[in-house]
């Protein structure tokens, strides 16, 4: 009994002296702003900090918090993103554009296949989507959590990890679905959420317990709608219809939970001087190699 109530008033000295620490920093802010109310705007940072960094980096993040660059990268790519997916629905003959089929199988921007010698389009498949809840389910995501992460980590970062999903679904697929075709940012956007969920994981008491349950039940509710809609998408598609690859989903995932976690941990870090960091590299790199070798050697599609 003696030990339970010792760790009763431990974690209420904990939550205490965070709170203290909110209201001291709230304060320090009040009197930086001079007045003038940026506080508003540190208010968004320490909301950022609070949902995006474990509690020893939000000090260093909220003293040189700003909004320059502007989370650029997640916005032009979902820009991009979208003006592909007006121009197959609106302006390519389509029976309807609530599903696209026949346009989009036709794009130079799908991966293919019958065309993989086109290198350019095992990334710019990520531009193109297989209908309005695909793309709306990728950009929602993308958008509420790829823009806290560029406002804390920067557009570098994030596109590194993005794009190393996008890389790695595409060439997952080509191996664990060498025959069909693969649509959508899929593989980035769950690089984004492995590396945000391995984070969470990681931190889970420095990231406010109850928050860290409601994030990481927030990021299987979103994982298992989307993989079910993949998983319709390539196994009971109508015979009319196309079906499309959902292995870009678990490899941009385990993008994320190598290279984007440690990319994300190392927020207050020198991340080339991170052996984490080189280690995930290495690794991601030798799977790479494999699946160029695979592709010119061992493929069923050649």
């Not at 554009?97 to 993989?116: A, Q, V």
């Not at 809840?133 to 590194?160: T, Y």
């Not at 956007?189 to 994030?215: D, H, K, S, T």
């Amino acid at each position: 009994m003696a030990a339970a109530h010792d760790l009763e008033m431990e974690d209420m000295n904990l939550n205490m002296d965070r709170a203290m620490n909110e209201e001291l920093e709230e304060e320090k802010m009040r009197e930086d702003g001079g007045g003038k109310d940026p506080f508003k705007n540190k208010k968004v940072h320490r909301i950022v900090s609070k949902w995006m960094l474990p509690e020893k980096a939000r000090r260093t993040y909220l003293e040189r918090a700003n909004c320059l660059p502007p989370p650029v990268f997640i916005i032009s790519i979902s820009l991009a993103e979208l003006a592909v997916f007006i121009y197959y629905a609106v302006w390519k003959p389509q029976n309807q554009w609530i599903t696209l089929d026949t346009g989009i199988l036709e794009s130079p921007f799908i991966y293919s296949p019958e065309k993989r010698e086109e290198a350019w389009r095992f990334i710019s498949y990520m531009l193109v989507h297989a209908g309005v809840q695909h793309i709306l389910g990728n950009l929602i995501m993308q958008l509420v959590l790829g823009i806290p992460l560029e406002m804390v980590h920067k557009g570098l970062r994030v596109g590194l990890v993005y794009l190393a999903g996008v890389t790695a679904g595409s060439l997952a697929s080509s191996i664990f679905d060498p025959l069909r075709s693969l649509v959508g940012a899929s593989g980035g956007v769950y690089a984004l959420m492995g590396g945000y969920f391995m984070n969470v994981l990681v931190n889970f008491r420095e990231m406010i317990p109850a928050f860290g349950i409601v994030r990481l039940l927030i990021i299987i509710l979103i994982i298992g709608s989307d993989m079910g809609f993949a998983l319709y998408r390539r196994f009971f598609v109508p015979a009319s219809g196309s079906p499309v690859s959902f292995a870009a989903h678990i490899a941009g995932g385990f993008a994320g939970m190598s290279i984007g976690y440690t990319v994300f941990s190392c927020f207050d870090k020198a991340l080339l001087k991170d052996p984490r960091f080189w280690i995930a590299i290495v690794a991601y790199l030798a799977c790479v190699l494999f699946a160029v070798f695979f592709n010119i050697f061992l493929s069923p599609a050649n």
